[in-house]
């Protein structure tokens, strides 16, 4: 079989089922869950992780912080 190298390519913006997943080209933006994505990668409800690498600046806007050490970071609520 041979190798298929194709490039992906959005140009104008994508949607695949507005309550799934919305690209948004001109403005950088891609919306989990949400038409109308307000950060670089908006994801509307919730979400499971098993690794979290964050570089830079963590914003928690609502939650309570239970855990809080220099390798761990448990938030509830």
């Known amino acids: 079989?041979?190798?298929i190298n194709k490039a992906?390519?959005?140009?104008n913006g994508l949607e695949?089922?507005?309550n799934l997943i919305f690209a948004d080209a001109p403005e950088g933006k891609v919306g989990i869950g949400t038409t109308n994505p307000k950060?670089?990668?908006h994801?509307?409800?919730g979400?499971?992780?098993t690794d979290l690498y964050v570089s830079g600046i963590a914003t928690i806007t609502t939650?309570?912080?239970t855990n809080l050490t220099s390798?761990?970071?448990?938030?509830?609520?």
């Open 1 to 3: 079989m041979a190798a």
């Open 8 to 11: 992906f390519v959005i140009k």
């Open 16 to 18: 695949v089922n507005t």
């Open 39 to 41: 950060y670089t990668l």
């Open 43 to 45: 994801v509307k409800g």
């Open 47 to 49: 979400i499971g992780v």
């Open 63 to 65: 939650g309570i912080v």
């Open 71 to 77: 390798t761990n970071l448990n938030v509830t609520g």
